[in-house]
């Protein structure tokens, strides 16, 4: 078992304060603040310790103020709705007395429906083609910088393999259509709630990049101060989190200082598997 796996199980294995109340730990991590993935799949854990017999179908969240990584993250779950089709649950995440997130995890019982159709998976390089081997084999990244050598550590708890590697050179995507290779780690225990714990986990990962790539920039510019606001994601078929799944993304509006990325996550085999929403603050530092 490697640290990788020991780190995710661990992150999302909540410890039970009283019902409904649970408590969750950071790792050790150089951030100055807690990782918006975290929190949503901390949440989701959470709601998924009170319900029974059915798996979440959508969640939405709003991040309220920063986290702090040094403390517990303590997790409160309401019981919104047990009805015999949907279950609704809301959580909120607190520290020193004050909310920090907020979400909402509805919960379907497993049925057959009238429609099943799915947008088509994009063809993109799979992920063996985008190892660090390979990568470095192309004339423009034999001196590969060492913010994008961070995605190809073995210790992160999510394994990235971005597929346009130019726009982090200075190449702008007009469209802002950017693709990313994701799994966990390492294997991950035969649990599908936890699978879908996991994949939330690591939507948060790159989703601001898509409006980025647009300019050419990237979240390693230190001339930016991109932070989440809200999150919403839809799961539509079963997977597995620690098989490569590509996710898709694109950036339809920026205004204001804040963008909107959405983004459709896919099986290798192009079964759509879940689609994401997020509207991030994307502001420039202010120069002194």
Same mark, same amino acid.
């Given at each position: 078992?490697?640290?990788s796996?020991?780190?995710?199980l661990?992150?999302?294995d ?22 918006g993935?975290?929190v ?25 103020? #920063?986290?702090?990584?040094?403390? #517990? ?13 949907y ?6 995440a ?16 497993e049925?057959q ?6 947008d ?41 393999? #971005? ?15 950017i ?12 649990? #599908? ?43 539509h ?52």
């Amino acid at each position: 078992m490697s640290k990788s796996l020991i780190d995710l199980l661990a992150i999302l294995d909540l410890e039970p304060l009283e019902v409904n109340l649970f408590r969750g730990n950071s790792p050790k991590t150089s951030w100055q603040r807690v990782f918006g993935g975290q929190v949503i799949g901390q949440a989701m854990v959470a709601a998924c310790r009170t319900v029974e017999g059915r798996l979440p179908h959508s969640i939405h969240c709003y991040f309220i103020l #920063p986290g702090d990584p040094q403390i #517990p993250i303590i997790y409160q779950v309401e019981r919104l709705r047990d009805g015999k089709s949907y279950t609704t649950r809301r959580v909120t995440a607190i520290q020193h007395g004050n909310a920090i997130f907020s979400i909402m995890v509805s919960f379907h019982a497993e049925e057959q429906g009238a429609f099943d159709h799915q947008d088509k998976m994009p063809d993109v390089p799979p992920p063996e083609k985008l190892t660090a081997e390979e990568v470095s084999k192309q004339e423009m990244f034999r001196e590969m910088p060492d913010f994008i050598r961070r995605y190809y550590e073995s210790d992160r708890p999510i394994e990235l393999r #971005p597929v346009e590697l130019g726009r982090y050179f200075g190449q702008k995507i007009d469209d802002g259509r950017i693709h990313v290779w994701i799994r966990t780690a390492a294997k991950l225990p035969d649990d #599908p709630a936890l699978h879908l714990c996991a994949l939330a986990y690591a939507s948060d990962f790159s989703l601001l990049d898509a409006i980025m790539a647009r300019y050419g920039r990237t979240l390693f510019d230190k001339r930016m101060m991109p932070a989440s606001l809200d999150h919403a994601m839809w799961f539509h078929r079963p997977f597995r989190a620690d098989e490569w799944l590509l996710y898709a993304q694109d950036s339809p509006s920026a205004q204001g200082g804040r963008g909107l990325t959405r983004g459709l996550i896919f099986k290798v085999d192009g079964t759509l598997v879940a689609s994401v929403a997020q509207e991030g603050s994307v502001r420039q530092r202010r120069q002194s």
